[in-house]
């Protein structure tokens, strides 16, 4: 059998986080949608103290699975839905279930078996139908972890062919020097995809295994972006950065921002371990340049709803947008070169970048919320 | 120490720490686009500058926008040193 659609767009963004989005970027298109909108996140910081963890809306923690509750998995994404992580032989219904007719949704499924999810890729791939999935990059022959290193990692199937035993996949997510559009062998692929996944780090024993994850992208077809939910965006991130919702249990936002300066500081006495220093060398380091990424993919937004906006606000805002993500970027900097001089000296530095990026975050907030109260948006 | 004599040492920084094209860096060409240098490399690679010349860069400057080709290495260490 061979199957193959040449019509999938290839998409890739600096300012998109992760693979996973990238790759559902390209499917959104291919559906017809705007991945700026759908995938649209709301501006926010979270610090957890106990744990040393931060993240936008959701906390960015080293996983050993793939398996997430609905709660975990709907903290961020006005428009999109994610239902818990299915095993999908187990699941009762194969069809995706549309729960919710104003959200796009994006079922993950797992399946232990490999034959029944390398069968389901097949459906989905002659129904026309792209696939985004997970695969271990140790086994996938066009990156430079090739056969060195693990690390989950979503690619978007566009084909197979049986007879000669390979698939059409691309991976176009270059900020983990992903550049691929070709074909690469089923068996070595199907490798990837059940791969056990060890982790790097301190702790070299764990794993997270692939499972053989997918999703599968749908949406109701009536299915529309409203002026609604695009101004809820707008409401619900200035209420998670004035801190008048928590997440997670946990509040977020500026105080959030203070929050994480404190802890910093009180870290300046600490004697500096290996974990320590992984925590700013490695964690840090990726973690807060996600979130700078997370201030320009929000200017984006800013920008794709400009009609709906004061036009002599929108330059402001993304200019400050800009800035805050240049300063998140700083940080991020500033903590791999505090793990590599191990100098706990530099947390000041990193305590006086925070302090101009809670200024500017607060300037943001203090407009969009002006805006909504002109509106009388405000919840 | 003379601006050249900078740049030649910055260059073979460069040069070592390059993911390609490492045999031939020139001074105006971006550092990502033609060696390969992502933003965990150019931090790894200013430290190392930094004990090579006995300086530090200031915190804030730690950006790619700052530093994205070897003149721009090259500029920085040059005021600090020679100013």
Known sequence: ?379 | MQRQEIESKVCEVVSRVAQFNNENVVADSDLRDNYGVDSIVLVELLVEIEDIFGITFDSSSLTYETFSTVNSITDYVDNILNS
């Open chain 1, 1 to 379: 059998m061979i199957k193959q659609m040449g019509n999938v767009p290839r998409y890739f963004e600096p300012y998109v986080n992760d693979c996973f989005h990238n790759a559902y970027s390209a499917v959104l298109l291919h559906m017809g949608m705007n991945p700026n909108i759908i995938l649209a996140d709301y501006l926010s910081f979270m610090y957890d103290c106990e744990n040393g963890y931060v993240g936008v809306n959701y906390f960015y923690r080293p996983n050993t699975t793939v398996e997430f509750t609905e709660d975990e998995l709907n903290t961020s994404l006005e428009f999109v839905y994610l239902p818990p992580t299915t095993l999908y032989s187990q699941a009762g219904v194969k069809e995706v279930d549309i729960r919710y007719r104003d959200r796009v949704h994006i079922n993950m499924f797992i399946e232990d078996k490999p034959d029944v999810a390398y069968q389901r890729l097949k459906e989905l791939l002659g129904n026309g139908i792209p696939v985004v999935a997970a695969v271990d990059l140790f086994y996938m022959k066009y990156h430079r972890a090739y056969g060195k290193e693990h690390g989950l990692h979503c690619v978007v199937f566009t084909g197979y062919n049986e007879e000669e035993g390979f698939f059409h996949l691309f991976d176009k997510y270059k900020l983990s020097s992903s550049d691929f559009d070709g074909i690469l062998p089923i068996d070595e692929v199907n490798l990837g995809r059940m791969s056990d996944n060890p982790l790097p780090g301190v702790n070299a024993t764990q794993k997270r295994p692939v499972r053989n994850l997918w999703m599968e992208i749908s949406s109701d077809k009536d299915f529309k972006v409203t002026e609604e939910k695009l101004l809820n965006v707008i409401s619900e991130s200035c209420q998670r950065m004035k801190g008048q919702k928590e997440v997670l249990g946990h509040k977020c936002g500026l105080d959030a921002i203070d929050l994480f300066s404190k802890s910093l500081l009180e870290k300046k006495n600490e004697k500096l371990d290996d974990e320590k220093v992984y925590w700013y060398r490695v964690y840090l380091n990726g973690t807060l340049k996600n979130i700078s990424r997370s201030r320009k993919r929000f200017s984006v937004f800013i920008k794709e709803i400009s009609s709906l906006l004061p036009q002599q606000t929108v330059p402001g805002l993304c200019v400050s947008l800009e800035e805050a993500s240049k300063h998140w970027d700083i940080c991020s900097s500033i903590a791999l070169k505090l793990g590599i001089r191990k100098s706990l000296d530099m947390i000041d530095d990193l305590v006086n970048q925070l302090d101009i990026i809670r200024e500017l975050e607060s300037s943001i907030v203090e407009r969009l919320e002006g805006y909504l109260q002109g509106r009388s948006l405000i919840k």
